[in-house]
């Protein structure tokens, strides 16, 4: 592992080994045992969105492994005046041991690996998000023990989450069904990928998708970058609404997931988010565990 781009780039040994590492530095949080395996390190984390966990779990994640973080804006670095990202990366590189970036183009963080010398690490872009299904794994097998068996269930829109949630989900051995409005498909290749390696639905019928699932995940219906389409998307998402009806549908001891932040009233019911806020807070709190295995997998 030289960089986390995209989770399709990693063998379902490395993201097994990630999470038994997450686990294991969970613990030793939990019981205040030391563990700084990269001290003396400094990772830049570049955002040209906004962040609360991200951002946070990164920045306290390097600190407990005994090494720092720093902060840059998109706007406040040159890149925002148009430095070129190859440009951007050679510099960054003497300064730092690793950079995080969260921005819109998957290409730009592709780039910033190609140019750079250093460990890149996708905090997120238009096409995935594979640290939020790092820490999403990781709560699911948690809450149930293994993957084996098991069906994940997407409800939304086919967006980055989804993207992720397809290829950690089939990676893991689970089954993956998503259910989102056609015209809001996630993407071909991930879709062609996965069919061809596991159990993969996509539909349009929600119950169809929820229909026995252990786990029910969902997302907002209009992602940073979207906000134009806003008005648009709450017309054609309007079913699309984790409910009692899809928790009915789903198997009774069902967990729900959502990377956050959580509309109300839209991709889920204020009922059954509060229902399973533990596990929700869960899988937030893991994305500081699953990010400081990827730090220190690729950063010591
Ligand atoms: N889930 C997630 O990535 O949250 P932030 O946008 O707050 O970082
Ligand atoms: N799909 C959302 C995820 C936020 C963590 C977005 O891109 O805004």
């Not at 140019?115 to 809450?143: F, K, W």
């Not at 069904?177 to 069919?195: F, H």
């Not at 509309?263 to 990010?291: C, K, P, S």
Request: glycine share 8%; charged share 25%.
């Amino acid at each position: 592992m030289k960089h986390l781009l995209k989770l399709a780039d990693l063998s379902a040994e490395e993201i097994m080994s990630v999470l038994n590492l997450a686990d294991q530095l969970k613990y030793e949080r939990k019981n205040n045992i030391e563990h700084h395996h990269l001290k003396g390190k400094q990772l830049g984390m570049i955002f040209t969105k906004s962040s609360t966990r991200t951002r946070v779990s990164f920045e306290v994640g390097m600190n407990e492994l005994g090494g720092n973080a720093l902060f840059l804006s998109g706007n406040d670095l040159q890149l925002g005046r148009g430095e070129p990202i190859k440009d951007t990366a050679r510099v960054l590189s003497r300064f730092l041991d690793g950079i995080m970036i969260r921005t819109f183009k998957q290409s730009d963080v592709e780039e910033l690996a190609e140019y750079g010398s250093i460990p890149v690490i996708n905090g997120l872009t238009d096409y995935c998000h594979p640290c939020q299904v790092l820490a999403d794994l990781m709560t699911i097998r948690e809450y149930k023990g293994s993957f084996r068996g098991l069906k994940l269930c997407f409800i939304g829109d086919g967006n980055n989450m989804a993207n992720s949630l397809i290829v950690g989900g089939i990676k893991m051995g689970m089954e993956v069904a998503i259910a989102c409005p056609d015209g809001y498909r996630p993407d071909p290749d991930v879709c062609a990928w996965a069919q061809k390696e596991g159990k993969l639905l996509i539909t349009s019928d929600i119950q169809a998708a929820a229909e026995n699932a252990d786990a029910v995940y969902t997302d907002v219906w209009a992602s940073m970058g979207q906000e134009a389409e806003k008005a648009e998307r709450e017309k054609v998402f309007k079913h699309y609404c984790v409910d009692e009806g899809v928790m009915a549908a789903a198997k009774p001891d069902a967990m729900v997931l959502h990377c956050l932040p959580a509309h109300r009233g839209e991709e889920i019911t204020e009922e059954v988010f509060e229902a399973h806020a533990a596990e929700i807070f869960d899988e937030a709190e893991n994305r500081l565990h699953a990010q400081k295995a990827v730090l220190v997998k690729l950063l010591k």
